[in-house]
């Protein structure tokens, strides 16, 4: 069955250091995979996505991500943090079905809570 | 603006008296779901629709229902709501993903969010 995970609840960064994020992926067929963000008392905003092609993927905010296959791996990153960064990040497969079966589920993970310090 | 819009962003109600959190979505999107969220449980995703009169359930069904009469609305009800659905709802809409519907594609679509319906039932 699909699955994500996000192993760390938190992660506490310093101001101007890079950050990583991690997730980890589970899927029967091709994954389609995404990052978004949520701000406090805000819906989850769209960072950036995987579908084929470069390993490496630029998104907003200068965030990017880096697939890896045989690590079915799929973490976030930033060259350097901003306390404006601090926020909740969502790792998400898309999984699609055989055509037979018409399915088509976004699985998200639990979420990482990231803290920028000052 | 392309938004998809939740009604109501705040909610308190009874056990057990229906109710019915709307979503719109301008987009022409073909996918809506819904979404619970929990802490330490992230988001689960409790009924989609791939088309009109195409639902579908998610991980997390019980208790709830939809409709998708209309292309641009996708309806949360709650028929006998209970304590244990307090939580903090979205939806989401996307283009269709994969090699469904017209066109064939496009794969990988991201979702659009609503900004939330935080529902409590006492």
């Known amino acids: 069955a699909q699955s994500v995970a996000q192993p760390e609840d938190q992660v506490n960064v310093a101001e101007g250091n890079p950050l990583t994020v991690k997730c980890t992926y589970s899927?029967?067929?091709?994954?389609?995979l995404f990052w978004y963000v949520q701000y406090p008392n805000r819906g989850l905003q769209f960072l950036l996505k995987?579908?084929?092609?470069?390993?490496l993927v630029k998104g907003s905010y200068g965030f990017e991500a880096e697939f890896n296959k045989s690590q079915t791996s799929f973490h976030l990153k930033k060259p350097s943090a901003l306390v404006s960064d601090s926020a909740l990040y969502f790792c998400?497969?898309?999984?699609?079905?055989?055509?037979?079966?018409?399915?088509?589920?976004?699985?998200f993970g639990k979420g990482t809570r990231l803290h920028i310090l000052p | 603006e392309a938004q998809v819009t939740q009604n109501p962003r705040y909610l308190i109600t009874v056990t057990g008296k229906k109710l019915t959190v709307t979503c719109s979505q301008n987009?022409?999107?073909?996918?809506m779901s819904w979404y619970r969220q929990d802490p330490g449980l992230g988001l689960r995703q409790i009924y989609y629709?791939?088309?009109?009169?195409?639902?579908d359930k998610g991980d997390v069904p019980e208790g709830y229902k939809v409709s998708r009469k209309e292309k641009r609305n996708f309806p949360l009800i709650l028929e006998s709501p209970s304590p244990n659905q307090t939580s903090l709802y979205f939806c989401?809409?996307?283009?269709?993903?994969?090699?469904f519907g017209p066109g064939q594609g496009p794969w990988g679509t991201e979702a659009f969010f609503g900004q939330g319906t935080r529902l409590t039932v006492v």
């Open positions: 989401a809409s996307s283009l269709l993903t994969g090699p």
């Open positions: 899927v029967s067929g091709n994954p389609y």
């Open positions: 995987y579908i084929t092609g470069d390993n």
């Open positions: 998400a497969v898309r999984d699609i079905s055989p055509l037979v079966n018409r399915d088509d589920k976004i699985i």
């Open positions: 987009m022409n999107h073909e996918y």
């Open positions: 629709s791939m088309n009109v009169e195409v639902t």
